[in-house]
């Protein structure tokens, strides 16, 4: 569900891009840290995207400036950098197991049973060894899952700029 929402944004975020700025590339995000002691002016380009776990990262260049409170230049920042975008913690279906009413006369003896839902979900995530495990074990035949489907969608807009 969370890879549709992200799908959907990405769509309209670039139908909305007007022609004339279809030529910059949308993937290089400003970044601009100002306190009192210095500033960072600079920005992250988007590279490429990945898998990393289960996670989604962008892989990027940081450029920038460092300058300390008075203004003076103390560096430049050119640094390869892999930023995660959607984290690996999550839940993934394990069990959803749904049976109807049960009616049993046996002898005399009437049993009614109301209808039973069983939805078992495992929590992956840091610390959560079982969530993780199970994840994994129902992911094991997901080569093209929508994460994979996900990076290969972003690195082709990527490529259009």
Same mark, same amino acid.
């Not at 300390?68 to 913690?89: D, I, S």
């Given at each position: ?5 992200? $799908? ?7 139908? *909305?891009?007007? #022609? ?7 993937? !290089?995000?400003? !970044?601009?840290? +100002? ?5 960072? +002016? @600079? ?6 995207? *990945? ?5 989604? +990262? ?10 300390? #409170? #008075? ?15 959607? @984290?690996?913690? @999550?839940?993934?279906? +394990?069990?959803?197991?749904? !049976?109807? *009413? !049960?009616?049993? =006369? ?12 069983? =939805? $078992? ?41």
């Amino acid at each position: 569900m969370k890879t549709l929402a992200v $799908i959907m944004l990405l769509v309209c975020l670039f139908a *909305a891009v007007p #022609a004339a700025q279809a030529q910059q590339n949308p993937f !290089i995000i400003p !970044i601009n840290f +100002i306190s009192d002691q210095g500033s960072f +002016i @600079g920005q992250f380009e988007v590279l490429r995207f *990945a898998t990393q776990g289960q996670g989604l +990262i962008a892989v990027g260049q940081l450029t920038g400036t460092v300058t300390n #409170a #008075a203004g003076t230049v103390l560096g430049t920042v050119n640094q390869r950098l892999r930023l995660p975008v959607l @984290g690996a913690a @999550g839940t993934c279906q +394990i069990l959803d197991l749904q !049976i109807g *009413a !049960i009616d049993l =006369n046996l002898l005399g003896l009437v049993v009614h049973v109301d209808p039973i839902a069983i =939805n $078992i979900t495992a929590q992956s995530g840091p610390g959560n060894l079982l969530g993780n495990l199970l994840c994994a074990v129902a992911n094991l035949l997901n080569s093209q899952g929508p994460l994979d489907q996900l990076v290969g969608l972003l690195n082709k807009i990527l490529n259009l700029f």
